[in-house]
């Protein structure tokens, strides 16, 4: 069974940072993208940034020169490292993984649909 298991998440003050992790089991990133999605309130997920298994990446506007997406295959494991957080940043963060390009035509979805896989989601608040 293809499981996604997400940490990291927690509460930062703007200028923040934080790091999510993405661990995968029972597959591995050969000829899969992992991406990351986020669910602010109210919202459906946004597509926020995504990595392929030939290292090519993805990122919103939004999150462009503030978060990096990386992965360590040894591990299973896909890293969004998330600098100079801002309020609007504030959101449940889900990984998915699916067949490469997928995601990028999906970039607002309902949360927990369509993708292959969904990890379970982690909090990321950011407040003063």
């Known amino acids: 069974e293809w499981q996604l298991m997400e940490s990291g998440g927690g509460s930062v003050q703007p200028g923040g940072s934080l790091r999510l992790s993405c661990t995968a089991s029972?597959?591995?990133?050969?000829?899969?993208?992992v991406g990351w999605y986020r669910q602010a309130p109210g919202t459906k997920c946004e597509l926020v940034s995504t990595?392929?298994?030939?290292?090519?990446?993805y990122y919103a506007d939004s999150v462009k020169g503030r978060f990096t997406i990386s992965q360590d295959n040894a591990k299973n494991t896909v890293y969004l490292q998330m600098n100079n957080l801002k309020p609007e940043d504030t959101a449940v963060y889900f990984c998915?993984?699916?067949?490469?390009?997928?995601?990028?035509?999906?970039?607002?979805?309902?949360?927990?649909?369509?993708?292959?896989?969904w990890g379970q989601g982690t909090s990321v608040t950011v407040s003063s």
């Open positions: 029972g597959f591995t990133f050969d000829e899969i993208e």
């Open positions: 990595i392929s298994s030939d290292s090519s990446t």
């Open positions: 998915a993984a699916d067949r490469p390009h997928v995601m990028a035509t999906m970039p607002t979805i309902l949360c927990v649909s369509k993708l292959d896989v």
